[in-house]
């Protein structure tokens, strides 16, 4: 199981202090944590886009996700501290099927990747939903739909209004983007910030979180009522 891309010097750089979704410079100070899990098939850029919202960059030559891979960003929303720990999943079933227990434990939130030029990785949007539903994660989840590599749009094979149309009916939010293209660096944000401000209307019970972080403490928080705790 892979973990990188804490949150630390690394991505403050790439911020500017004018950038409306400030990283914490301090991790003393107090914060709810959220999980958020990334799925979708294999190849849709669930990797590239987890990685835009937490580096800022576009990942170039990202290798297929073996089990998951951790990144996370904390954003200052009035005044609050929210952290989203976002759990970037394998979309590749030789790669995912042991950890799928653990990527639905303690979910808070769920985005469905499906790649635009890709109607394959669309209709398997049905599948990935009714494997979340197996997994407990009901319609109190905040879900969103989003169709990523909308810079390659004389290869759309999932025209906007079907995928509008879909999303409706599940009334999830939908969002068209791109990873790769800079210009849309704000919009892949606002697919986190619209479920951070879902998630920060909720309340939570503070949980203790130890200092260090890495991948048994994040294993131990998801085994807690509802994965929120207090960094
Ligand atoms: N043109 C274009 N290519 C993209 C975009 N996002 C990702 N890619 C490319 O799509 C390929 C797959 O990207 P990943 O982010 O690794 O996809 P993934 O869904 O995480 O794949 P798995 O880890 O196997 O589940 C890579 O070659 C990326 O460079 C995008 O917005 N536009």
């Known amino acids: 199981m892979a973990v990188e891309n804490k949150a630390g010097a690394e991505f403050e750089s790439v911020f500017s202090p004018t950038d409306s979704l400030e990283l914490s410079r301090s991790y003393d100070q107090k914060c709810r944590v959220f999980k958020i899990i990334v799925i979708g ?57 042991s950890m799928v227990e653990h990527y639905y434990r303690s979910v808070q939130a769920v985005i469905f990747v499906y790649d635009v030029t890709s109607l394959s990785s669309f209709q ?72 951070a401000y879902r998630l920060k209307s909720r309340k939570s019970l503070i949980l203790k979180q130890p200092s260090v972080e890495g991948v048994a403490p994040l294993l131990d928080q998801r085994d807690q009522p509802d994965g929120c705790c207090q960094c």
């Not at 319609?139 to 999303?167: H, M, W, Y």
Request: proline residues 5%; charged residues 25%.
């Open 41 to 97: 098939d294999s190849n849709v850029g669930k990797t590239c886009l987890t990685y835009r919202f937490c580096g800022g960059n576009f990942l170039k030559n990202p290798e297929a996700t073996i089990g998951v891979d951790f990144r996370e960003r904390t954003l200052e929303l009035d005044g609050e501290s929210i952290k989203l720990q976002i759990w970037d999943t394998a979309g590749q079933e030789r790669f995912r099927k």
């Open 124 to 195: 398997s949007i049905p599948e990935w939903i009714d494997e979340c539903s197996r997994h407990c994660v009901g319609p109190l989840v905040p879900r969103i739909l989003v169709g990523n590599k909308c810079d390659l749009q004389g290869q759309r094979e999932v025209p906007t209004c079907t995928a509008q149309s879909f999303a409706d009916g599940y009334s999830f939010p939908l969002f068209e983007t791109s990873a790769k293209d800079p210009s849309e660096k704000e919009h892949v944000d606002a697919i986190f910030l619209t479920l």
